[in-house]
Nanobody, 122 residues
């Protein structure tokens, strides 16, 4: 079992930045695919960024240039750095983990955090 705990959400003005963290339990974090999704009210969960290793990651085109994903295997933590935030970035942000190579679909993931709220005011 893997437990994921997100932190770092909050209220920020448009143009501001936040860094989300997702701490994972377990001793096999290194081999996990770690991914960030978000879900706005009445909308589907949307893929944002994926990390397969400390040097292999991919960012969705919709947030590329503003968001970056990184991970620290020694700390069992994955991060989402969000810059130039916009009101449309307001959502609950979820961290997800898969114990194998996974892709960008939410169905690929069997472990989820509780989510952290990000609110961007105009």
């Amino acid at each position: 079992q893997v437990q994921l705990v997100e932190s770092g959400g909050g209220l920020v003005q448009a143009g501001g930045s936040l860094r989300l963290s997702c701490a994972a339990s377990g001793r096999t974090f290194r081999g996990y695919t770690m991914t960030w999704f978000r879900q706005a009210p009445a909308k589907e969960r949307v893929f944002l960024a994926i990390s397969w290793s400390e040097t292999n990651a991919y960012i969705a085109d919709s947030v590329k240039g503003r968001f970056t994903i990184s991970r620290d295997n020694a700390k069992n933590t994955v991060y989402l750095q969000m810059n130039e935030l916009k009101p449309e970035d307001t959502a609950i942000y979820y961290c997800a983990a898969a114990s194998r190579t996974a892709g960008t679909r939410a169905d690929d993931y069997n472990y989820w955090g509780q989510g952290t709220q990000v609110t961007v005011s105009s």
